[in-house]
Each structure stands twice: as C-alpha cells, then as structure tokens.
C-alpha cells in the first residue's frame, strides 16, 4: 500500500518514506492487531537538511561608486569607497539551524556576536565592516554549519578611493620674480617672466584605482597624457609645460583627476610678467629748431632747444605688464616722480617730464627709468640749450673826410655762445629791434688838392 512517497511493505512490517522531506519529521505509529488484541509502537523522526545560504544574483553597480554605505549579500562582489561601512547579509538556512562562521580578509576568523576593532558578527550572522580601509580589500567567506554538514560561500570586496593633489602653498614665490625656467604644483599661482618655461606638477597623493589626469587650458582647450598643442604639451606623468610664456597665457589652469571613486581638481593662476621698455627712437633723430613752438620729445630722443623755451620729454613705454612706474634723474642727481614738482620740473601722471622756462643751466642728460615687478629699463635723453639774440653791428666809416661819411648799421641774429651770425629765423621768438639811423662820421674838410704850377 502506498500514498505518495510513504509506502508501506506487503508484509506490513516496514514503512518507507521516499526523498524525505524537513516537513515529514514527527511522530509515526505503527499499529499491529489480532484476534489478541492490539499494540502499538511509536517513533519520533527528526529530519535534518544541511545548511545553505540564500540564493544571489550577481550585484551590478554603476561606473562611479557611490560614497556611501553600501549592504549585500554573501556570494556577491561589491566595489566600496574607503571611509565607509559594509554589511555583508548572511541568511542561512538549514535544519538545525545552522552557526555562521566568518573568515576575514585578514584571516582571522569571527562567529556570532564577536567584534575584533571595526569588524564585527551580528546575531543573524550578518558581517559588518565601519570604516573600510584599503586594506581591508579581499575575500570574505562566511561558513554555515549544523549536523547535517557544512557550506561555505566567498565574497570579494575591492575597496578604492577617490583621487586628491598635494597640498601645498598657494602662494610659495618669492616677491622677486626670478628670471629663469619655474616648477610649481597643481593649486599654486605663479607669475613668472615673459620667454619662460613653466612646469605644473600633478602630483597626486590617493587615488585607488590611478586616476586619469586631464588639463584644461586657460584658452579653455584640454589636453591628456602624451598630447601636445603648440607650445603646450602634457607629459605621461600628467605635468604640464608651457614653453616661451607669451602674455596671453595668462588665466587658470585646472587639472582633473579621475576614477571611479571620484574627481579631484587643482587650479593654479598663472600671470606672465613683462619687463618695461621704452618706445625705440633714434637719439640723432631731432627735431628741427622752431622758436615759436614748445618742444616734445620721447625719451631715447636727444634735443637741442632755444633758451626760454617749455621741453616735454615723453616716457612711452611700449610693452609693460605689470604697469611700470617712472621716475626721472634730472641733471642735477635730483629725482621726479609722477605728480611731483621742484621748481620748473615736472612730471604728469603718465610719465612725461616738462621743462618751463629753460635755460642753459638745464642742459646734459635726463633719465627715465620704468620699473615693474618683472624688471626695469632706462631711457636718456641729452638736452642741449641754445641762446639767441639780435645784435646791432655798427659798421665802418663810408668816407675819411668831407661832408658825407657815415657809419652804417647791421642787425643779425646770433648765436650767444658761439657769437656767430645764424639765419634770422633763430631769432624770430624776440623782437628785432628798430633799425637806427647811420652815424655821421669822419665829417672833416678834405684836404686842398696839390696844386703845381706849370
């Protein structure tokens, strides 16, 4: 006779159960009667089934792992950023019921409500990791075990952490900029001088997987490892060179670090200093004497300039970065800056030098000298001074005797140091005096003729 998978053998003395089941366990009797009477025996079945773990679907996370805690199940494998806490869940089944043994990527082993530092076994037999290092990066294996046998499941865990720069001084320069090739890091500003090669260093200190680096230029153009553009260039360590600095390179460098854990930036601002230097003039290039005009100048210009005259010497300096400040040395060793005044010197704000009212003890060399924090230059300017004037030349007598002898009369322009005559034009800023009348001279009687007789 049978009913499922429970039999019972023809002679009647043997009950069969087939694939037993954890639901069949209790109590069986057996029941054997005859004309006697009846007895009954009685048994008490207790079915075992050896432990297993729940059943798992490999876990899928994304390319960028989250920073935050993270919880799965023994079998799978997970990827966590550092600093967080892991719980791995350790369901398992089984009768009896089964003890949860954990073996940790160290090697030691924990059960059921054992802690050792930040590791620790919770009653259901879930693992809990706080504060998850790099280290901590291995295999996991919880192992179930009750009376009818054992298992053992693995989870790997990889453990990363998001990239992060040197920390550094952003501002480690001297205030004197050196003229010569400059290294620096990713989050230091820098100025350096027009010509020079830079060096930016990415130097990153975490970052697990590597991070990829990547450049974006102050033109807003990114360069990676092993790229060039002109005179930009990415090297495979992610430095950045800047060759022969030009002034339009000025702005913000950023450098980016990636991996899956995260993104780090460092920014350095970057200035290209120019030196001062003056408007290029060639100092025999003067300008020609014209007595009812001021006098302008640029520095680097040499002048000579009638007496009593106004002189403005300009200090144009053409290329400049920072602005320069200017000062001039006159003569004398006395120095101007802009603003200031001594006496009939001046300067304007911008730079140029006036002369009011020169005269020729204002003569010899002006400098100017341009000053910026990337360098100086100077500028001479020979000034020369020159006098004038209208003289009366009285000449000699037209006649030794008699009654017609006059002295004639001559003005001139002249030139007071050389005392030579000069074309009148140099003396057209004075009045020409009024010419005066001849003198009478030498109006004597002539002799008597020598008269001989015949």
């Not at 790229?227 to 000025?250: C, H, K, Q, W």
């Not at 300067?347 to 204002?362: E, K, M």
């Amino acid at each position: 006779e049978s009913s499922g998978r429970f039999r019972v053998t023809a002679n009647g003395r043997r009950l069969v159960v087939d694939d037993v089941e954890s639901g069949d366990k209790g109590e069986y009797v057996a029941t054997a009667t005859n004309i006697a009477g009846s007895a009954t025996g009685r048994s008490q079945v207790d079915v075992l089934q050896p432990p297993s773990f729940k059943p798992v679907q490999p876990l899928v996370q994304p390319s960028m792992i989250p920073d935050e805690d993270l919880s799965m199940e023994i079998g799978q494998n997970i990827t966590i950023v550092r600093g967080n806490q892991l719980t791995i869940n350790a369901d398992a089944f089984g009768s009896p019921n089964p003890s949860v043994q954990w073996r940790l990527s160290n090697g030691a082993t924990l059960g059921a409500g054992q802690s050792s530092g930040r590791f620790s076994v919770l009653s259901n037999g879930s693992l809990v990791v706080q504060n998850i290092q790099l280290g901590d990066e291995g295999s996991f294996s919880a192992t179930a075990t009750n009376a009818a046998g054992n298992v053992t499941v693995r989870s790997r865990v990889k453990v990363i952490e998001p990239p992060s720069f040197k920390p550094v001084d952003p501002y480690p320069l001297p205030t004197d900029i050196p003229d010569g090739d400059l290294t620096i890091q990713a989050n230091q500003n820098v100025m350096i001088l027009e010509g020079n090669r830079l060096l930016i260093d990415a130097i990153v200190v975490s970052g697990t997987p590597d991070p990829t680096i990547s450049w974006t230029l102050a033109d807003g153009s990114m360069l990676s490892p092993d790229e060039r553009s002109g005179r930009f260039r990415v090297f495979p360590n992610g430095t950045l060179e800047i060759r022969d600095a030009l002034p339009g390179d000025d702005g913000s460098y950023v450098v980016t670090a990636s991996n899956a854990a995260g993104t780090a930036t460092g920014q350095s601002q970057v200035t290209v200093l120019q030196p001062p230097v003056f408007k290029k003039v060639d100092p025999l290039d003067q300008p020609p004497i014209i007595p009812d005009q001021d006098y302008v100048v640029d520095a680097t210009q040499n002048v000579t300039i009638l007496d009593g005259k106004r002189l403005l010497i300009n200090a144009d300096v053409v290329t400049t970065k920072p602005d320069a400040m200017i000062s001039w040395e006159l003569p004398d060793g006395s120095t101007l800056s802009p603003g200031q005044t001594l006496d009939r010197f001046s300067v304007y704000p911008n730079g140029t030098l006036q002369v009011t009212d020169i005269d020729s003890a204002d003569e010899g060399t002006y400098t100017a000298t341009a000053t910026n924090r990337a360098g100086s230059a100077t500028a001479t300017t020979k000034v020369d001074v020159v006098k004038y004037s209208w003289q009366i030349i009285v000449g000699s007598c037209t006649h030794t005797c008699g009654d017609e002898g006059t002295k004639p009369t001559l003005i001139i322009c002249r030139n007071d140091e050389t005392f030579q005559s000069v074309a009148e034009v140099n003396c057209g800023h004075i009045v020409k005096p009024t010419q005066p009348p001849p003198e009478e001279c030498n109006r004597v009687p002539c002799p008597a003729p020598d008269r001989k007789s015949g």
